[in-house]
């Protein structure tokens, strides 16, 4: 650090760090940049965070990062901070915690050892002065949450934890000053420990899976050139940008507003709101819509809607709204404790009320009522479901899926049927050649040169084809593409072409339209056919899921002609031509009648639909905007993952309730003795470990459930 | 007894200074990648004699 007093702080994802190679280069390359201070790397979260002076550009930085060869995206800066703040609090709630357990634990077992009078006394008092201050520190997150719920009327798990706990601890403080024999210090701090290890775990896996996730919107273009009224051009960012403004997007650049085409014609590609693989072509008059990109010729557009109200926020305002019927998801816990609370509370209250009648006095039934709600206070119950699903979800990562939290592994459990979206989910979203190139060696050559030289999706497709072969580009020069049509060049003084069949007179195939011609001067024209191929194990997975009882359908953007084999080939019914809002419909017209769908999609058109799905899985090839929207990102190039997450999340489900049925039957051995006033601290801590030791031990059963 | 009031001070101090110590690695910043400090012991740092 040069400890410069003005310093700006940046932060980059670099989606390409995978080793400590690119660690070391990263950080030695930006280290003798002039302006840099520091530059950190963090892996885990595949981000560099970096300070640098505030002369140095961040867009200079980035070119910096690409040039030592790391593809790297900007965030904002102050988004990291807030994100790890409560996984950070817990864990110091749980240092805490363990530290008063451990010590408060210490002197109990003196205590149930036989330690009486002074030295019983002294330790009591010990044992208070560790564990008052432990409990107002470390159970502050459930005092908190269950002070939200009871001023909402509502009750959750924080509830009877944190009555029981304040409860215990107090009686205990009154023993201590009274000089009595029982105290439950231990009880309320090592309650305190265990609820908070499930709470953290809970926590870490909601964590782990947003720094996976990069959740920015890269699609949206950060700025346009915009044609000054008096002449002359202006860079202006995407919120400066007004309707009525004049932009200028070269090719290759994604545009920022939408707007009507004035000048100059070119092709688009839409696949980011449409899903339609093939691009578009479009001329004076047309129309842009933001985040799409223009592939051909430079174009002026008029814009007519920017910032909030471009197409693109609209579909961000639509995965808002079809989110929030699923944030009224009760997680199970909850549920469990809707019914559980009430019944716990009547029960240490009918204790109190019980040992009063028989003439205990109040301070031995409220003793009484004090145990019954420490023994029945849901410590099992709070560590049997995040330790199931940390369990599963570690599992299911090592198969290459990835669970945002614990709540999606509920709800992958209770879909009943499942919709898919066609580009880049049951397909690959790769375009390729089918079967062998019908071109000479010398054409090859030259093709490659050709498509090199155009951003077109097929001819991008066909240079990749050809690289992968290994052919080296022939010397092509004169190169020219003609939008909308293809590219043209000259070999040796031979035309050369690669474009539309019907531009270079070749007869299309009926129905096919991912197909190419390449022509030599002399020759007859060549058909090349593209498609983009099923996942190898589409198939497989639908009858996989069919058999687990999840009907399948597909719900594309894309054309008819080009849907429909696909769901031929599969065996499944598809719905064509769908528009993002129109998915969102389709959706919920099906939960309406009661079922609930697990959508897996992965584009930008697919976000809202995979936000009011009940659950949602993407590829993690898909956009960010798929990857933010989805509950689990899946790796690799099969589709089966879908059902082996389903399997799991339902393997999960019933461990989970084989653990809540062990704490309850646990609940219901040690709360009559608890009624009965034999419970004393020593009982009660046994009890409660060995009843947290089980749980966990069952939920380990989970670490083979993604095979 | 009078072990007693030599032992419980030097448990609680102990054991308060491995919570501080722990505290002050979580504020330091020490668990925020912890695969990156798994494969850092992979770097030469052939530049620095």
Redesign the interface.
């Known amino acids: 650090m040069n400890g410069a007093a003005a310093s700006d702080h940046v932060e980059f994802v670099l989606p390409g760090v995978k080793?400590?190679?690119c660690?070391?280069k990263i950080e030695?390359g930006l280290r003798p940049v002039p302006g840099v201070h520091a530059a950190r790397?963090?892996?885990?979260?595949k981000r560099v965070a970096i300070d640098h002076s505030p002369d140095l550009s961040p867009d200079a930085i980035r070119r910096t990062i690409a040039e030592i060869g790391f593809d790297a995206q900007p965030i904002a800066a102050t988004a990291p901070v807030a994100e790890?703040a409560e996984s950070?609090a817990l864990?110091?709630a749980l240092?805490?915690a363990?530290?008063g357990a451990?010590?408060v634990m210490?002197l109990s077992v003196s205590v149930w050892a036989g330690a009486a009078g002074a030295?019983r006394d002294?330790f009591h008092w010990?044992s208070a002065l560790?564990a008052m201050p432990t409990v107002a520190y470390a159970g502050q997150p459930f005092f908190k949450s269950a002070w939200a719920a009871l001023r909402r009327r509502r009750t959750n798990m924080d509830v009877p934890i944190s009555i029981g706990v304040i409860l215990a601890t107090v009686l205990s403080l009154f023993e201590t000053i009274e000089g009595g024999p029982h105290a439950y210090f231990d009880g309320a701090v090592s309650l305190l420990f265990f609820l908070l290890v499930g709470r953290f775990l809970d926590c870490v896996m909601r964590d782990r899976a947003r720094d996976g996730v990069t959740a920015l919107m890269r699609e949206t273009a950060p700025g346009a050139t915009i044609l000054l009224p008096g002449g002359g051009t202006a860079w202006k960012r995407a919120d400066a940008i007004e309707p009525g403004m004049r932009m200028i997007v070269a090719a290759g650049e994604r545009f920022a507003a939408d707007g009507v085409v004035e000048d100059g014609t070119s092709i688009v590609d839409r696949s980011l709101v449409t899903g339609e693989t093939m691009p578009e072509s479009v001329g004076p008059g047309g129309s842009a819509i933001a985040g799409t990109l223009n592939l051909g010729h430079p174009l002026t557009v008029r814009v007519t809607a920017a910032g909030e109200q471009t197409s693109l926020a609209g579909i961000r305002r639509m995965m808002e709204a079809a989110g929030q019927s699923r944030s009224r998801y009760v997680r199970i816990a909850d549920r469990a404790a809707r019914l559980y609370a009430p019944a716990v509370h009547t029960l240490a209250l009918l204790s109190f009320a019980g040992w009063m009648i028989a003439g205990a006095g109040w301070h031995q039934s409220l003793l009484v009522a004090v145990a019954v709600l420490i023994i029945t206070c849901p410590c099992a119950l709070g560590l049997a479901v995040p330790v199931s699903q940390i369990v599963a979800a570690g599992a299911l990562m090592r198969r290459g899926i990835l669970i945002k939290d614990g709540s999606a592994l509920e709800r992958l459990a209770e879909a009943d049927c499942v919709r898919f979206d066609k580009t880049g989910t049951i397909t690959r979203g790769r375009l390729q050649p089918i079967g062998a190139l019908p071109l000479s060696e010398r054409e090859k050559g030259a093709a490659l040169a050709l498509a090199r030289a155009s951003r077109h999706p097929l001819s991008r497709a066909l240079a990749s084809a050809l690289e992968a072969e290994q052919v080296t580009a022939a010397a092509v020069d004169e190169l020219r593409e003609q939008p909308g049509l293809g590219i043209e060049g000259r070999l040796a003084g031979a035309r050369v072409a690669l474009g539309r069949p019907s531009w270079l007179g070749a007869q299309a195939d009926g129905g096919a339209v991912l197909q190419v011609a390449f022509l030599t001067e002399g020759s007859a024209p060549k058909l090349i056919t593209f498609a983009d191929e099923v996942r190898d194990d589409a198939g497989a997975t639908i009858r996989r899921l069919e058999q687990m009882g999840l009907e399948s359908a597909i719900l594309s953007g894309d054309r008819r002609n080009a849907v429909a084999p696909v769901a031929q080939e599969l065996g499944t019914t598809a719905l064509v031509d769908l528009m993002p809002a129109d998915k969102v419909a389709a959706i919920t017209r099906l939960q309406h009648a009661g079922h609930r769908v697990l959508m897996v999609g992965d584009g930008l058109n697919d976000g809202p639909a995979l936000a009011a799905g009940h659950v949602s899985m993407a590829p993690a090839s898909a956009t960010d905007v798929g990857q933010s929207a989805a509950d689990a990102l899946f790796l690799g190039d099969g589709l089966m993952p879908v059902a082996t997450a389903v399997a799991a999340a339902r393997r999960t489900r019933v461990i989970v309730r084989q653990n809540f049925v062990l704490a309850i039957g646990y609940n219901l051995l040690a709360v009559p003795l608890a009624i009965a006033g034999l419970v004393t601290p020593l009982i009660a801590a046994a009890a409660m470990s060995s009843s947290s030791l089980l749980v966990l031990a069952n939920a380990l059963r989970l670490r083979g459930c993604a095979r | 007894?009078s072990g007693?009031a030599f032992l419980?001070p030097v448990?609680?101090l102990l054991?308060?200074s491995?919570?501080a110590a722990?505290?002050w690695s979580?504020s330091r910043g020490q668990?925020?990648?912890?695969?990156?400090a798994a494969?850092?012991?992979?770097?030469?740092e052939d530049?620095q004699p």
């Open positions: 080793c400590a190679g660690i070391a030695n790397v963090n892996f885990t979260t790890n950070k864990l110091r240092g805490v363990g530290f451990m010590n210490l030295t002294l010990l560790i | 007894m007693l419980i448990a609680l054991g308060l491995g919570l722990f505290l979580l668990y925020e990648d912890l695969d990156g494969v850092r012991i992979l770097i030469d530049d």
